[in-house]
């Protein structure tokens, strides 16, 4: 604006806090470039440096093979299964004691949502259609690439990964 930016157009107050969620924001987005319904549209998070353009372009081929969404996951570090409930007074207890004995190893993986980018149709933004709902599709990120920058310890993080992975 002052210094010569295009800006198609301005977001309403209401989805230009923190607390706004993403699937709106894309929807109200598409509304406001008249978007065609069919054309696939990605949401990349600002947050998300290690990401690659052959991570998108995968999301993409995912989209156009029929997904609903395509997202960047990866696999929780350890089995989810292994999780601890822990009381105020410290005391910690399996979440699942049925599992106790069984090898970490032959736990199934978990995966998580890894905060990088979405590709839908912007027929299905536009619809506000839930992104974890039937039919999407996780693009597998190594989770050495994987840094959602929210916190300070985030961004450490991130400063330490991108120290690594520049040598």
Do not use: K
Not at 14 to 37: E, F, G, K, M, S
Not at 68 to 96: E, N
Not at 133 to 138: E, F, V
């Amino acid at each position: 604006m002052q210094r010569g930016a295009e800006v198609p157009f301005v977001r309403p107050a209401d989805l230009a806090t923190d607390q706004a969620a993403t699937v709106p924001v894309i929807a109200q987005a598409v509304a406001a470039l008249a978007v065609a319904p069919d054309t696939p549209v990605c949401c990349l998070y600002a947050t998300a440096p290690f990401l690659r353009a052959d991570d998108l372009a995968e999301g993409l081929r995912l989209l156009q093979a029929g997904a609903s969404y395509a997202m960047a996951v990866t696999r929780f570090d350890y089995p989810i299964q292994r999780a601890l409930r822990r009381g105020a007074d410290g005391a910690v207890a399996m979440m699942d004691p049925a599992l106790m004995q069984v090898r970490s190893q032959d736990l199934e993986p978990a995966w998580h949502d890894a905060g990088q980018f979405y590709w839908a149709r912007a027929a299905t933004w536009a619809a506000e259609v839930p992104v974890f709902g039937p039919g999407a599709h996780g693009v597998a990120l190594p989770s050495h690439r994987v840094v959602d920058i929210d916190t300070e310890d985030d961004w450490t993080r991130a400063e330490a990964l991108f120290t690594v992975l520049n040598r």
